[in-house]
Every structure is written in structure tokens, then in C-alpha cells.
């Protein structure tokens, strides 16, 4: 669980992309500036973004807007304009380099009348990071030491471009470069206790880790929100994996906010329970292993399609050699047939991906292992290898154990990664139920 502050906001219900949230959000506005021909060409992917919306909405403000934009003057110089005529604060990223398309700064200083006056601390602070790395600065390196008269500099530590700090009347600009590091450093320095500094109630939040279930689904057995809409903020986090439901809200009491977390998890746990596997930082394999070590049981993998894909995921657990015993990666039928002894004349009949052969390799993992639990999976992870009858994404997953063999026949329709990613997930997710006597 985290602890934040953040600032008092109003129920209405937005939607943004993926992210669904339900219940409050704050009338103080953040908008996101990225700049970059490569970030908008797609040639690199924008984490800035992405980082700055989760902690910003983390201390407490709500982002109304994220624009990427390409190295254009006045294209940069227009989106500037409108974001402080519409927004609190403005966090721009990027351009603030020495290249020929690095123009923010200049941008920046037309949009408020700026001019250059040197600044001493940037350029000793530029000299210590080359005499770390035992060079000279190079001459291209001295306009870096060059900023606008009228803004606050926020010194870098950890790279070479300083970012800035305009004011316009209540609206507040901040100019970071685009480095990933360096721009979460200066965030961390100087944006962060800043927006803390003018927030007043605590920010809690919890968030329920879900699997085996649509989003689509989820919300429909979930039903209405309405007793929380007063209490809570809700956002629906999808994947290829699963769906993450973020509860937070904002109190004045610690005790009083752990309180209504501990009263809306219990809601969706009534609602989806055998869904729901943990919450925060839990992973699926680790909740696997809590119940395989509470139970004194051991688990044997054996996997074609996913190729160790769940040993792995096993076995990041520290301790997990107290649990798992041993995996094997059958890709081929030939492995197939002289590690778990799987008849030939069953491969034959029923092709590698089948519920039969399925069912032949959790047996002959069991019997090879004398695991408590086995569990095997077949399938078509693509691009190639699907047919009519048997689809790319056709998977057939197995699990075993005193009390018999279950089988079940999933389809995935992702690219060939994903599609080994689902299939171990719903795995380990088996695994789960079965331990919890919910799979039958």
C-alpha cells in the first residue's frame, strides 16, 4: 500500500484509453508535454508519459491532457499556449539537448520573453560530470551553461540539460529533459514536493490483482459502485494477463482510510472472489507457492508450447525448491514421448496439441516426478502451425493430483509472445484453483 498526498476532488466517472476510473477526481489540472520527432514517429517508446501521469495522479492531481509533439517551433510554441490558458501545471519533456532539433528551450523563451544569461552552477555541475568520465566538455556543450534570464533553474545532477520553471499568473511550467532518468530525478527533486507541499489529505491506495476473467465480465458480476461512488476512486487496469482494479481515496484519518479500502475489497472479493489472486506488489506465482508450501505439496511442470516459461516464473520465488521438484520443457514429440512417456500411436491419432495428449503428459509428469501436482501444457503459440481445426492460439492445459486429472481446452488470440505469456499465466492460475478446491 502506498501513501500519498493528494488534493480533494469531485465524483464523476472518465474514461482515458484503457483506464477506467470511477468516483473522484480533482478540479487541479496537470497536462503533459512530450516532444520529440522520434517519440511521435514511434521510434521510441514515450515511458515520460507514462511515468509522469502515474506519480502525478499519485500526489494527489488529476492529468486532463498528454500531448506528443513533433520538433515543430510553432506547433510546440501553440501547444504551450493553450496548455497554460487551460491547465494548473505543465510538465514538458524533451528538446532541451544540444542537437539541431533540440528547440524547447528556445520555444519556451519566445512563449515568455526570455533571454540567455550564463549560469555558473550548470556549467560546474557539467564540469564534474566530465571529469568523472576524465574528458574535457565539448564546445557544443557551453550553450548548455546558457538559460532564460526569468525562470527558475532546476539543477541536473545527473546528466548535462538544467530544466526550468515558469510561472504565468497561477499556472505553473516545468521544462525537464527527455533522458528517462534524468527527468525522474528532477521530477522527484523539485515537482514532487511541490505539488505535495500544496495537497491536504492523504492519498491511499490498494490495488486487487485479477485473472481468468474479462474486463467485460468482471464489471457485469461486479455490478453497481454506487454505496462507493462518496468513498472511493476506481480504475480498471486491463491486460493480456488480467485486470488490475485500482481503489484509492483520499481521508484525513490513516485508520479511517485503511478502513473503507478493507470495505470495497471485500466487495469485489463477495463479487469475484475466486478471481481475484492478490493485491499490490503479489504476483500469481508467488500466491501459487504460499499455497503449495502451506499445503506441504510439491508441483512438476511440463510444458511444450509455453517452453519453461512456468519453471521460470516458479522458480523467481526465493524458497521456491521447497515446492517445485522439477520441469520439463517437451517441445517435440520425440521428448514427449521418451521423458512422460506419451504413446506414439496417441500423437498419431490426436496430433501434439489435443486434450488426450495433454492429458498423457501431466500423467507421465506425475509418474515420473511423484509431484503432489502436475501440470502440463500443449498449444499453438504462432504465427505458424494453426489450421482450421486447430487455430493458432489453441492451447490444452492439464493439471493432476490425488484427486485426478482436469483438462481444459483455452484459445488465445495474441501474437506468438503473448500467447505464451496467457497460457502460463492461466496455468499457474489452474495451479491456484485447484489448491483452493475450486477447480472440479
Request: glycine share 8%; aromatic share 8%; with cysteine.
Amino acid at each position: 500500500m502506498t501513501h500519498r498526498k493528494r488534493k480533494i476532488i469531485n465524483n464523476q466517472i472518465i474514461s482515458i484509453g484503457f483506464y477506467m476510473i470511477i468516483g473522484e477526481s480533482n478540479s487541479v489540472k496537470a497536462e503533459i508535454l512530450v516532444i520529440g520527432d522520434e517519440v511521435v514517429s514511434g521510434l521510441i517508446f514515450d515511458s515520460n508519459s507514462k511515468y509522469l501521469g502515474e506519480r502525478i495522479y499519485e500526489l494527489g492531481v488529476g492529468v486532463s491532457h498528454i500531448t506528443k509533439i513533433g520538433d515543430d517551433f510553432a506547433i510546440i510554441k501553440e501547444c504551450i499556449e493553450k496548455a497554460l490558458k487551460r491547465s494548473d501545471w505543465i510538465i514538458l519533456t524533451g528538446g532541451l539537448g544540444i542537437t539541431h532539433d533540440d528547440i524547447t528551450k528556445s520555444v519556451v523563451m519566445n512563449v515568455f520573453n526570455s533571454k540567455l544569461r550564463r549560469d555558473e552552477k550548470v556549467k560546474a555541475m557539467i564540469q564534474k560530470v566530465y571529469a568523472k568520465r576524465n574528458r574535457e566538455i565539448p564546445e557544443s556543450l557551453h550553450s548548455q551553461c546558457e538559460v532564460p534570464d526569468n525562470c527558475q533553474v532546476l539543477y541536473n545532477e545527473m546528466g548535462t540539460a538544467p530544466g526550468f520553471r515558469y510561472e504565468k499568473g497561477s499556472h505553473v511550467l516545468f521544462c525537464l529533459p527527455g533522458v528517462p532518468h534524468e527527468m525522474k530525478h528532477l521530477f522527484e527533486k523539485y515537482i514532487g514536493p511541490e505539488l505535495v507541499q500544496n495537497t491536504s489529505k492523504t492519498f491511499l491506495q490498494r490495488i486487487l490483482k485479477t485473472t481468468g476473467i474479462s474486463e467485460s465480465e468482471l464489471w457485469q458480476k461486479v455490478g453497481s459502485l454506487s454505496a462507493f461512488q462518496d468513498k472511493v476512486s476506481l480504475a480498471s487496469l486491463p491486460s493480456h494477463l488480467g485486470v488490475r482494479i485500482r481503489i484509492s481515496c483520499l481521508v484525513d484519518n490513516l485508520k479511517k482510510g485503511e478502513s473503507i479500502l478493507d470495505e470495497v475489497e471485500q466487495f469485489f472479493k463477495t463479487c469475484i472472489g475466486q478471481y481475484v489472486y492478490g493485491k499490490d506488489d503479489e504476483t500469481l506465482e508467488a500466491k501459487v507457492g504460499q499455497l503449495l508450501e502451506k499445503k506441504s505439496m510439491t508441483l512438476a511442470t511440463a510444458e511444450s508450447c509455453t517452453g519453461g516459461l512456468i519453471g521460470h516464473r516458479l522458480t523467481q520465488i526465493s524458497g521456491s525448491s521447497l515446492y517445485f521438484k522439477e520441469g520439463f520443457v517437451v517441445y517435440s514429440n520425440e521428448a514427449k514421448m521418451l521423458r512422460l512417456g506419451v504413446k506414439k500411436q496417441t500423437l498419431i491419432d490426436f496430433g501434439a496439441v489435443s486434450e488426450p495428449v495433454a492429458r498423457s503428459m501431466v500423467e507421465g509428469l506425475c509418474r515420473v516426478t511423484n509431484a503432489d501436482i502436475g501440470v502440463a501444457v500443449t498449444g499453438i503459440a504462432g504465427p505458424m502451425g494453426g489450421s482450421e481445426t486447430k487455430p493458432v492460439g489453441l492451447t490444452y492445459i492439464a493439471i493432476s493430483d490425488a484427486s485426478g486429472i482436469w483438462c481444459g481446452k483455452f484459445v488465445y488470440t495474441h501474437d506468438r509472445i503473448k500467447n505464451k505469456e496467457r497460457a502460463a499465466q492461466t496455468a499457474l492460475n489452474l495451479v491456484r484453483l485447484r489448491l483452493l478446491d475450486l477447480l472440479k
